[in-house]
C-alpha cells in the first residue's frame, strides 16, 4: 500500500503546475485524499481535501488557485496549482488514512520551487 | 480556524530520558488530535491518532493523552533513533490545522 507523488519542479512565478499522487493496493475514490506541503525548514500546512463524495475543501491560502481532483480510472490524485506564489514553494505530500487511524498513509513528497 | 500552539518548539534531551511535548487548540477538538514524527527528508510517520490511540507497530515508549483543548505527547525513555521533529494536527475541524513542530535534539 503507498501513494506516490509526481511533477514537481521548477516554475515561475504566477505560473502553473500540475501534481500527481499515484495510489496503490487501495482505491482512491473509496477514501479521503489530501494534499499537505512543508516549505523548506518550516512546519506542515494542510492544503485541500476531496472527499469520497467527490467534496473539497481548501485552505484560504490556496483558495481560488489550486483545485483538487482525482482520475478514478487511473486510481490518481491531482493538485493542478496555478497564480503560483513564492510562498507556494515546498514539498508536497498527498496524504490518507486507512482502517481506524486518519491521515496514516503519506506519499514521499514531490518539490515545488516557485522562482521569482 | 482552529489554532494549534504546540511547545516547545524545541527541546534537547539525552537517551533515555522522558519528554512531553504539548499541543493546545484554539478550540474543543475533542480528541480529534493525531502525533507525528518527522525526520530529514522524510514524509510525516503517524504514531498516535485519536489523541490517545498507539498507531499498529508504534513502540508503547510512545504515549498520548488529552481531550478538549490540551493535549500531551510524551516519549518514556528516548532512544537514539527518537531524534526528529514531531508535529500535532487536529482533524476536528476543516481546515485542519498542524502545531508548528518540536524539533528534538540530543543533548
Known amino acids: 500500500v503507498q501513494l506516490v507523488e509526481s511533477g514537481g519542479g521548477l516554475i515561475q512565478r504566477g505560473g502553473s503546475l500540475r501534481l500527481s499522487c499515484t495510489a496503490s493496493?487501495?482505491?482512491?475514490?473509496?477514501?479521503?485524499m489530501s494534499w499537505v506541503r512543508q516549505p523548506p525548514g518550516k512546519g506542515l500546512e494542510w492544503v485541500s481535501v476531496?472527499?469520497?463524495?467527490?467534496?473539497?475543501y481548501y485552505a484560504d491560502s490556496v483558495k481560488g488557485r489550486f483545485i483538487i481532483s482525482r482520475d478514478n480510472s487511473k486510481n490518481t490524485l491531482y493538485l493542478q496549482m496555478s497564480s503560483l506564489r513564492s510562498e507556494d514553494t515546498a514539498m508536497y505530500y498527498c496524504?490518507?488514512?486507512?482502517?481506524?487511524?486518519?491521515?496514516?498513509?503519506w506519499g514521499q513528497g514531490t518539490l515545488v520551487t516557485v522562482s521569482s | 480556524d482552529i489554532q494549534m500552539t504546540q511547545s516547545p518548539s524545541s527541546l534537547s534531551a539525552s537517551v533515555g530520558d522522558r519528554v512531553t511535548i504539548t499541543c493546545q487548540a484554539s478550540?474543543?477538538?475533542?480528541?480529534?488530535l493525531n502525533w507525528y514524527q518527522q525526520k530529514p527528508g522524510k514524509a510525516p510517520k503517524l504514531l498516535i491518532y485519536?489523541?490517545?490511540s498507539l498507531e499498529t507497530g508504534v513502540p508503547s515508549r510512545f504515549s498520548g493523552s488529552g481531550s478538549g483543548t490540551d493535549f500531551t505527547f510524551t516519549i518514556s525513555s528516548l532512544q537514539p533513533e527518537d531524534f526528529a521533529t514531531y508535529h500535532c494536527?487536529?482533524?476536528?475541524?476543516?481546515?485542519?490545522?498542524f502545531g508548528q513542530g518540536t524539533k528534538l535534539e540530543i543533548k
Open positions: 496524504a490518507t488514512g486507512l482502517a481506524a487511524a486518519p491521515y496514516n498513509l
Open positions: 485519536d489523541a490517545s
Open positions: 478550540q474543543d477538538i475533542d480528541n480529534f
Open positions: 493496493e487501495f482505491t482512491v475514490s473509496s477514501n479521503y
Open positions: 494536527l487536529q482533524y476536528e475541524n476543516l481546515p485542519y490545522t
Open positions: 476531496i472527499h469520497s463524495s467527490g467534496t473539497t
